[in-house]
Nanobody, 124 residues
Framework: QVQPAESGGGLVQAGDSLRLSCAASGSTFSINAIGWYRQAPGKEREFVAAISQGGSSIYYADSVKERFTISRDNAKNAVYLQMDSLKPEDTAVYYC?????????????????WGKGTLVTVSS
């Protein structure tokens, strides 16, 4: 099994950058696609970005394209979400998730592994 754990959340100002990390225990981390979701107060959880096991397939939500970058380092069992030009509407709890494919993560299908989340607050 894969157990993701997020870190790196915090309070920043609009326009700032922040990098989230997802570290996962479990020997299967390197064969899973990993992605990020977020849930803003009063809203449903939504897909943010996903990356395949080898890094060749990457998906982004339209709302974060050209501002967020997902990457992974399988040697360190880690996935990163670099968030630039942050906006107040990016405020949410960000969750790391694992599934068989990046496409499955992008459409929210069959996502068995979830972290507990890390809070990102962007002030205006």
């Amino acid at each position: 099994q894969v157990q993701p754990a997020e870190s790196g959340g915090g309070l920043v100002q609009a326009g700032d950058s922040l990098r989230l990390s997802c570290a996962a225990s479990g020997s299967t981390f390197s064969i899973n696609a990993i992605g990020w979701y977020r849930q803003a107060p009063g809203k449903e959880r939504e897909f943010v970005a996903a990356i395949s096991q080898g890094g060749s397939s990457i998906y982004y939500a339209d709302s974060v394209k050209e501002r967020f970058t997902i990457s992974r380092d399988n040697a360190k069992n880690a996935v990163y979400l670099q968030m630039d030009s942050l906006k107040p509407e990016d405020t949410a709890v960000y969750y790391c998730a694992g599934a068989d494919s990046a496409y499955d993560l992008s459409i929210g299908r069959g996502v068995p592994y979830w972290g507990k989340g890390t809070l990102v607050t962007v002030s205006s």
